[in-house]
């Protein structure tokens, strides 16, 4: 834990020093979901399981190429404590799209979005999947004062079967399903908020039914207005039983 917290010290500091350098010619919300923003997130990742403990740092850079479309990319690298071997995660593609925006006072925006995840992660080494995860979906924005905005998103996936040969073909399975997550937003001060965000997802697996429950609690914090801002997060999974903590920090350009 003392390397966690020293690391992830060090990583916002060298994150903070790249804000110095950004540039942004108008104000900016990053409590709003829906507001697509060019940025650099960088963050140390502790994930924790009843048999397994990961390590490791998660870089996302997101590029709008305007205020309406959005393209993200997610790679996670980590360390595995048990096997003693580190290696690339997978990798996380995202393109958001708004396609409509202040529909009414409350319904101000309407997302679409493409999600792929692929798997570049090792299984071998535990840090990887082996499997492709294709999904879409549409992400509503609603805010009803200056205080609380909702962020409701429902998505379609299908995982492909793992592709690994470190598991038997009689093992391999498919799954489709759907999840649902009510992202709301928080805010206690123009500079502070908070999402918090429980997910369901229902998944047709192996000629069975299955739901998996997790969450987000993220807290954020903007030192730098239109240029920087500190978030720490906890990412649950209930069903699994397993834990996530992130902490670091996002540039914006």
Not at 69 to 85: E, H, K, Q, R, V
Not at 137 to 165: A, D, E, Q
Request: glycine content about 6%; charged content about 15%.
């Amino acid at each position: 834990m003392k390397h966690f917290l020293f690391n992830a010290i060090v990583l916002l500091c060298l994150v903070h020093s790249l804000s110095i350098k950004a540039q942004q010619n108008k104000e900016i919300d990053p409590s709003k979901k829906t507001n697509l923003y060019t940025q650099v997130n960088s963050v140390f990742e502790y994930s924790r399981t009843r048999s397994n403990e990961l390590f490791g740092a998660r870089f996302t850079v997101k590029y709008a190429s305007n205020p309406d479309n959005l393209l993200s990319i997610a790679t996670p690298m980590f360390y595995n404590t048990n096997l003693g071997l580190f290696g690339l995660s997978d990798t996380r593609i995202k393109y958001f799209r708004a396609v409509k925006r202040d529909l009414t006072p409350v319904v101000i925006a309407l997302v679409p979005f493409v999600d792929v995840t692929v798997p570049t992660g090792s299984y071998k080494k535990e840090v990887g999947s082996s499997t492709i995860t294709l999904s879409g979906g549409v992400l509503w924005g609603l805010t009803f004062n200056k205080y609380i905005s909702l962020f409701p998103g429902l998505r379609y996936l299908h995982v492909t079967k793992p592709l690994t040969k470190l598991i038997p073909e009689s093992a391999k399975s498919a799954s489709n399903g759907i999840e649902l997550q009510t992202n709301t937003s928080i805010n206690f001060t123009k500079r502070f908020f908070v999402f918090v965000n429980p997910i369901i997802n229902i998944s047709h697996f192996d000629s069975q039914w299955s739901d998996i429950w997790s969450g987000e609690l993220i807290f954020n914090y903007i030192i730098t207005p239109n240029k920087f801002k500190f978030n720490a997060g906890w990412y649950p999974d209930f069903t699994k039983n397993k834990n996530s903590y992130r902490i670091g920090g996002t540039v914006f350009f």
